[in-house]
């Protein structure tokens, strides 16, 4: 598997967990072991819980990111977080257009491509976050569906920032349901995301969608799922701690594993 890009995992603990309770997971994670080679791991807690991850990941290669931020840089948005904040708080990564966020807190389209734009002039990299319907899916218009959403989250930027972001394929009906898209299926949709915007050829994709150590080595197996974008498997650190090591070890040579 030469050339392949190391897994990406990164654990969306949406509305879970205190600073306390962020603190103590990172410490259960980290004494099960260091985050193995040949995976990257990136959390996304709460934005109170950003400074007590943060201080807990200090000396680790584990990155940080939010679950949302403001397509704004600063003014009257009360309660809104913008990018120079989360640079603050040490934050490199967010998510963007999160389906939940695309449900119940106004995101759209239009939010997504203004939001991936700041978060690049802000050097945090975008997760952008796509996905059909049961609806959609059953209609056999998935591809459809994605391939717009990509489009219109795109529009305006160069292939070369593209490239600097992450695209996540989270079927709707998939988001903890406990039922993950098959990896055959899910990469085929994700092939044709990955044609749909000069530059998402030279980045990483991840699926999400009930993601579970039992699921994830055939889903990084397939060849244009590059990690995953995990909720409710992440929120346990020895569930955590497994997605890593299962992710590294279906990408490492053959003889290596
Ligand atoms: P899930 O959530 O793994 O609990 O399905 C994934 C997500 O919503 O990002």
Redesign the pocket.
């Known amino acids: 598997m030469t050339g392949r890009p190391v897994p990406l995992i990164v654990g ?1 603990w ?1 509305m879970h967990k205190t600073s306390g309770e962020a603190a103590a997971f990172v410490a259960a994670w980290l004494a099960r072991g260091p985050v193995p080679d040949g995976v990257e791991a990136v959390l996304c807690p709460p934005f109170t819980a950003l400074g007590a991850v943060r201080e807990a990941l200090a000396g680790t290669p584990a990155g940080l990111g939010a679950q949302t931020m403001s397509w704004a840089e600063q003014g009257a948005f009360t309660g809104q977080i913008s990018a120079p904040m989360l640079r603050d708080c040490g934050c490199t990564w967010v ?1 963007v257009g ?3 966020r695309r449900a119940h807190c106004g995101e759209t389209d239009e939010t997504v491509n203004r939001t991936i734009s700041t978060a690049l002039a802000n050097g945090i990299t975008p997760i952008v ?1 796509v996905g059909e319907t049961a609806e959609e899916h059953e209609a056999g218009r998935a591809t459809e569906r994605v391939v717009g959403q990509v489009r219109a989250a795109f529009a305006g930027r160069s292939a070369a920032e593209a490239a600097r972001c992450t695209v ?1 394929y ?1 079927p709707i009906w ?4 406990g039922k993950s898209d098959d990896p055959v299926g899910a990469n085929a949709v994700m092939g044709e995301i990955r044609g749909a915007v000069p530059g998402l050829d030279r980045t990483r994709l991840l699926y ?4 579970k150590p039992e699921t994830i080595a055939a889903l990084v197996a397939q060849p244009n799922i590059d990690g995953a ?6 929120l346990d650190p020895a569930s955590f701690a497994t997605l890593l090591a299962l992710a590294a070890r279906a990408r490492a040579p053959a003889g290596a594993r």
């Open positions: 969306n949406k998510i999160h389906s939940e976050a996540a989270e998939a988001i903890g349901s999400g969608g009930s993601v974008l995990v909720g409710g498997a992440s």
